[in-house]
Nanobody, 125 residues
Framework: QLQASGGGLVQPGGSLRLSCVAS????????MGWFRQAPGKERDFVAA????????RSAASVRGRFTISRDNAKNTVYLQMNSLKPEDTAVYYC????????????????????WGQGTQVTVSS
């Protein structure tokens, strides 16, 4: 199971850090990612991390502002979001698969087997 937290209301230019705790033991074969879905839109890829070697991929729209990272001891993946914009407003979901995804497919929701419940991020003044 995945438990996401850390969402909230923030002003444009502000920061938030999302957390996603994976119950059970993660292994080097895991890939974990963050996706987001705004009202009336499809679920979009944000960032992903391959647990074994730490390789990451992020969407062009968040590159340079968002950073995905992990804490092995806590089985937790983080999404540090800086310089937030109103267009970042969405429900953010963490996802995981027990496979080492290649970089080229990390952005595909169908590659992930487990999904968290989502946490709302609202960027507004």
């Amino acid at each position: 199971q995945l438990q996401a937290s850390g969402g909230g209301l923030v002003q444009p230019g502000g920061s938030l850090r999302l957390s996603c705790v994976a119950s059970g033991r993660t292994s080097s074969g895991y890939t974990m990612g963050w996706f987001r879905q705004a009202p009336g839109k499809e679920r979009d890829f944000v960032a992903a991390l391959r647990w074994g070697d730490g390789n990451t991929r992020s969407a062009a729209s968040v590159r340079g502002r968002f950073t995905i990272s992990r804490d092995n001891a806590k089985n937790t993946v983080y999404l540090q979001m800086n310089s937030l914009k109103p267009e970042d407003t969405a429900v953010y979901y963490c996802a995981a698969t027990t496979r080492n995804l290649i970089i080229g497919v990390m952005s595909q929701p169908r590659e992930y087997d487990y999904w968290g419940q989502g946490t709302q991020v609202t960027v507004s003044s």
